[in-house]
């Protein structure tokens, strides 16, 4: 079946410091791919998504890039900011009720 | 804009006891869902309504029973509360997957649910 694997946190980074995330994922045909990100106390909110491969998501300083040849979707931001701190989940799709989860990854960046 | 509201926020149940979480979206979406949140596992569904009038399980409906009242509100019943629900759960909603179409989940912010 489909499964999401991203790397375990916490992940503790200086501010303005390079920010990767790793996910990879195993799918039947040609799922979407999706960061949500939830900050202290709140719900999920979709971060940024690609619907085929090698399509490229960003919002917010946030990029990631559908690779279907290593069946990856890695978070990666130039410069973190206190306010990045939050937990990150890699998902696929097609989204609804379909949609699989990664564990999540706690960011923490300090100032 | 609110978009999906769930209460209550915080619960604390003795086991045994029942309690229904409630939740409410105004973007007019046809899909609905609960989820619930453990430390390392992620998102995992319980259960969801595709549309107004169905309901279906998802991966981990035991224990629980859910109500799409209309198209605006789901609940989610705990008729006799277990230790192993101790959870945060957060309803979502979206439009109707169709075929490739990327469904985004709008989530509430979440019901922390203890039970001693």
């Known amino acids: 079946g489909n499964s999401v694997t991203q790397m375990e946190g916490p992940v503790t980074l200086s501010e303005e410091a390079f920010l990767t995330i790793n996910c990879t994922y195993t799918?039947?045909?040609?799922?979407?791919l999706f960061w949500y990100v939830q900050y202290p106390g709140e719900g999920l909110q979709l971060l940024l998504k690609?619907?085929?491969?090698?399509d490229k998501g960003s919002n917010k300083g946030f990029e990631a890039t559908y690779r279907k040849e290593t069946t990856s979707f890695h978070l990666e931001k130039g410069s973190v900011q206190v306010s990045d701190s939050a937990v990150y989940f890699c998902?696929?799709?097609?989204?609804?009720?379909?949609?699989?989860f990664g564990a999540g990854t706690r960011l923490f960046v300090k100032a | 804009n609110a978009g999906v509201t769930q209460t209550p926020k915080f619960q604390v149940l003795k086991t045994g006891q029942s309690m229904t979480l409630q939740c409410a979206q105004d973007?007019?979406?046809?899909?609905m869902y609960w989820y619930r949140q453990d430390p390392g596992m992620g998102l995992r569904l319980i259960y969801y309504?595709?549309?107004?009038?169905?309901?279906d399980k998802g991966e981990v409906p035991n224990g629980y029973n859910v109500s799409r009242l209309n198209k605006r509100e789901f609940s989610l019943r705990l008729e006799s509360a277990a230790p192993s629900q101790t959870s945060v759960y957060f309803c979502?909603?979206?439009?109707?997957?169709?075929?490739?179409?990327?469904?985004?989940?709008?989530f509430g912010e979440g019901s922390r649910l203890t039970v001693l």
């Open positions: 979502a909603s979206s439009e109707a997957v169709r075929g490739d179409t990327a469904g985004e989940l709008f």
């Open positions: 799918a039947t045909g040609y799922p979407s």
């Open positions: 690609a619907t085929k491969a090698d």
């Open positions: 309504s595709a549309s107004e009038g169905t309901t």
């Open positions: 973007m007019n979406h046809n899909s």
């Open positions: 998902a696929l799709g097609p989204g609804g009720f379909k949609t699989i």
